[in-house]
């Protein structure tokens, strides 16, 4: 399926002449120069690449987003990801985003479908894992489908393997569970106070967002 058609649902949601959300692909220039193994693009040498935003929407939320093939795969954790292989965090299925929504920060106006203020708390590549019983590889999207994906993050702050899970919840609707795997990547597990977090990408707070908004 073409990347419009995916995403259609994110573009009716949206109206572009009020939000500054990215309407098309292409990624924004945000003004810093590549990291090590990234490419001009900032694609990590052509690896699919993750990000973690922070969204004070009415409710806060962590959005966790995963490029698969020319979308971001998103999902909705309320509690956001856990460094602690014990914490099982559920992860609420959202519609796909444009690969240029990973450089996303500011604040969607009031009355807008998700208005509030959004940070890039973190952001890197990934590494596909999955396995069918056999152990051949398998591919993602297709792990996706099927209901289980693994992948290694390797993140600014979120480094190690981990999963999605689907099941069927209780509302009767799909839902699934992200999880760390194996042992803890160090001390102090969970996820970050979200209103002290600073965005990988600028360094600032959800509030410094905010303000800095209010004054242009």
Do not use: C, N
């Not at 690969?99 to 106006?109: K, M, S």
């Not at 056999?134 to 290694?152: I, K, N, W, Y």
């Not at 999605?164 to 795997?181: A, Q, S």
């Not at 990547?185 to 979200?194: C, E, L, N, V």
């Amino acid at each position: 399926m073409a990347a419009e058609d995916r995403l259609r649902t994110y573009r009716g949601k949206r109206d572009f002449e009020r939000t500054r959300e990215p309407a098309a692909e292409g990624r924004a220039d945000d003004g810093r120069k590549p990291s090590a193994g990234e490419d001009a693009g900032g694609r990590g040498g052509g690896r699919p690449r993750f990000v973690v935003q922070i969204h004070d929407a009415r409710r806060m939320h962590f959005d966790f987003r995963l490029q698969v093939d020319d979308v971001l795969k998103s999902w909705s954790v309320p509690r956001g990801p856990s460094a602690d292989p014990g914490d099982k965090r559920l992860a609420v299925p959202t519609e796909d985003h444009p690969l240029a929504y990973e450089d996303f920060e500011g604040v969607i106006p009031k009355g807008e479908y998700g208005g509030g203020t959004v940070i890039v708390w973190d952001r890197g590549t990934y590494e596909p894992l999955s396995h069918d019983r056999q152990g051949r590889p398998v591919d993602f999207a297709e792990s996706l489908e099927r209901g289980h994906a693994t992948f290694r993050l390797h993140g600014t702050k979120l480094r190690g393997e981990y999963a999605l899970t689907r099941f069927r919840g209780r509302d009767g609707e799909d839902h699934w569970l992200l999880v760390r795997k194996g042992a803890a990547h160090r001390a102090g597990h969970g996820s970050p106070d979200p209103r002290r977090a600073r965005s990988v990408r600028t360094g600032r707070t959800l509030a410094q967002v905010a303000a800095d908004s209010g004054a242009s």
